[in-house]
């Protein structure tokens, strides 16, 4: 007698092992969408454009960049415009596996790290006026693999923005940003996935269901 095929608690009803191969496979054709993406300097300065001419950017005093790595929407270009426009910016870092937020003051701020990420300097991260908390975002840019154009995301598999916006305020928006070759017609959602309430490409602004 086979054991029973555990279900996921999601809205799609799919069992698990689905959801995680639906996934996987999602993953692995942005993957390539995006490393053959051409332009990708160019593409990305429209796409920052965009979102840095929303209602919720112009709105919003304390607001997150991700720093790209890889072959993400590239976004360190539009840094020292930011840090001009008398916003506070607040850039993630990586530490043992969880998300730290530091308030960016100054590009000097910044150096590469491991694999090349462009990150915090060491001897800036324990001081306390630089550490923020996921509360006191009032915008989150949010990076992602894969996208649909409800919202949907999915990241690397390792959960570190899940776990950074489940504090964020239920009221901060969420907006993505990704090149068009990332969009999927639907992304499978775990019941703990988060859905973005914008998703931003050099195409489009789409409206996601949010967390509301």
């Given at each position: 007698?086979?054991?029973?095929?555990?279900?996921?608690?999601?809205?799609?009803?799919?069992?698990?092992?689905?959801?995680?191969?639906r996934?996987a496979?999602?993953?692995k054709?942005?993957?390539?969408?995006?490393r053959?993406?051409a332009?990708?300097?160019?593409?990305?300065v429209?796409?920052?454009?965009?979102?840095?001419?929303?209602?919720?950017?112009?709105a919003?005093?304390t607001?997150?960049?991700?720093?790209?790595?890889?072959?993400?929407?590239?976004?360190?270009?539009a840094?020292?415009?930011?840090?001009?426009?008398?916003?506070?910016?607040?850039v993630?870092?990586?530490?043992?596996?969880?998300?730290e937020?530091?308030w960016?003051e100054?590009?000097?701020?910044?150096?590469?790290?491991?694999?090349?990420?462009?990150?915090?300097?060491?001897?800036?991260?324990?001081?306390?006026?630089?550490k923020?908390?996921?509360?006191?975002?009032d915008?989150?840019?949010?990076?992602?693999?894969?996208?649909?154009?409800?919202?949907g995301?999915?990241?690397?598999?390792?959960?570190?923005?899940?776990?950074l916006?489940?504090?964020?305020?239920?009221q901060?928006?969420?907006?993505?940003?990704?090149?068009e070759?990332?969009?999927f017609?639907?992304?499978?959602?775990?019941?703990?996935?988060?859905?973005?309430?914008?998703?931003?490409?050099?195409?489009a602004?789409?409206?996601?269901?949010?967390?509301?």
């Amino acid at each position: 007698m086979s054991n029973p095929v555990d279900t996921d608690p999601s809205s799609s009803g799919e069992p698990v092992n689905e959801v995680s191969e639906r996934k996987a496979a999602i993953r692995k054709q942005a993957h390539e969408n995006r490393r053959a993406q051409a332009d990708k300097d160019a593409v990305s300065v429209s796409i920052v454009d965009r979102f840095m001419k929303l209602p919720e950017y112009a709105a919003a005093q304390t607001v997150m960049f991700y720093v790209d790595v890889r072959d993400e929407a590239r976004t360190r270009h539009a840094l020292p415009e930011a840090l001009t426009t008398g916003k506070r910016i607040v850039v993630p870092y990586c530490v043992d596996g969880e998300l730290e937020l530091f308030w960016l003051e100054s590009m000097d701020e910044l150096e590469l790290g491991m694999y090349r990420i462009l990150e915090p300097k060491a001897e800036l991260r324990t001081v306390a006026s630089k550490k923020l908390q996921p509360e006191d975002l009032d915008l989150i840019m949010v990076p992602g693999v894969a996208f649909d154009r409800q919202g949907g995301r999915t990241g690397h598999g390792k959960g570190y923005y899940d776990k950074l916006l489940e504090h964020a305020k239920p009221q901060t928006p969420l907006v993505a940003l990704a090149f068009e070759c990332q969009l999927f017609d639907e992304i499978p959602m775990d019941s703990h996935d988060i859905y973005m309430d914008k998703v931003v490409t050099e195409s489009a602004v789409y409206d996601g269901r949010g967390r509301n």
